[in-house]
C-alpha cells in the first residue's frame, strides 16, 4: 500500500481528484486529499485581509501530513499546488517517499509563482488583484474542454484567490534536496506552456523522470483514468 496525499491547483479544490482518488483507492492504496484554505468547501474561511497566500496552503498540507502522521508519502501537486508541495517538503522531507508534479511549477528557493510567470504575468495579476478586493479571479476553462461534464463541475467549483498565494516567495531550508526521487508529468496540450520550461529543463537532471501526458493543463479532469495509471506507476517504481 502506499500513502498518497493530492494537493489541487489555483482557484480549485480536493474535489478536482475524485475520479483519480476512486481509482487508487481501489488499488488499496491510502489517499488524502486537502482543500487549502480559502477555496472549495473552505471558501468560508477566506479572509478578507488578505492574509491568506502561499505560506497558508504549505502548512495546509503540513499540517494534515503531521494530525495524520503520515509516512513514506507520495506527495503530488498540480500546477499552482507544485509550489505548495515544494514547500511542504522542506518542513516535513523526511516523510516523503517520492514528489510528483502534475503539470507543476516547480520552484527554488525565494522564488514566487509570478517569478516564474514572468513580468507580463506578475503585471496582470496585480492588475485584477486591485479590481477585485485583493483577490486574483479564476481562470474559466472553455466550454469546448474535452472532459465535457466533469469540465463544467471544474468550472462552477472555482473561486478567487488572494494575490499572495501567487506573489509570496516559496522558503526552503534545504531538507528536501534529500529526497532524490522525483517525477515531472508534462501536459502537452496547448503546448508550449509556462510549464514547458520545467519540462525541458528537467527531462536530463538526475534523480528526476520526466513523462508526457496527451492532454490538456488540467490532467485529472480531462483524463482521470491515465493519470492515476500514471500515479500507480509512480507509487510501483523503487
Not at 161 to 174: D, E, H, I, K, S
Not at 206 to 225: E, K, N, Y
Request: aromatic residues 8%; negative net charge; hydrophobic residues 40%.
Amino acid at each position: 500500500m502506499t500513502t498518497f496525499v493530492l494537493v489541487h491547483g489555483a482557484w480549485s479544490s480536493g474535489w478536482d481528484w475524485s475520479e483519480v482518488t476512486a481509482r487508487l483507492r481501489a488499488h488499496g492504496h491510502d489517499v488524502h486529499v486537502p482543500t487549502l484554505t480559502g477555496l472549495g468547501e473552505r471558501a468560508h474561511v477566506a479572509h478578507e485581509d488578505g492574509s491568506i497566500g502561499l505560506d497558508t496552503h504549505i502548512q495546509d498540507v503540513v499540517a494534515l501530513i503531521e494530525w495524520r502522521d503520515l509516512e513514506d508519502i507520495v506527495l503530488v501537486g498540480h500546477s499552482y499546488a507544485g509550489m505548495v508541495i515544494t514547500g511542504a517538503a522542506s518542513r516535513v522531507a523526511w516523510r516523503i517517499r517520492r514528489l510528483v508534479y502534475v503539470d507543476a511549477f516547480v520552484p527554488e528557493n525565494g522564488q514566487s509563482l509570478a517569478d516564474l510567470t514572468g513580468p507580463d504575468a506578475r503585471t496582470h495579476l496585480e492588475l485584477v488583484a486591485t479590481a477585485n478586493k485583493g483577490r486574483v479571479p479564476p481562470l474559466i476553462r472553455p466550454h469546448e474542454a474535452p472532459a465535457g461534464t466533469r469540465a463544467e463541475g471544474y468550472n462552477q467549483r472555482l473561486r478567487p484567490m488572494p494575490l499572495a498565494c501567487f506573489t509570496q516567495p516559496v522558503r526552503l531550508n534545504g531538507d528536501e534536496a534529500t529526497i532524490f526521487d522525483r517525477v515531472f508529468l508534462y501536459a502537452t496540450g496547448g503546448a508550449p506552456t509556462s510549464r514547458t520550461r520545467f519540462f525541458e529543463a528537467l527531462r536530463d537532471r538526475p534523480g528526476w523522470r520526466v513523462s508526457t501526458v496527451g492532454t490538456g493543463h488540467v490532467v485529472m479532469i480531462d483524463d482521470p483514468a491515465t493519470l492515476a495509471r500514471l500515479l500507480l506507476d509512480a507509487a510501483d517504481t523503487r
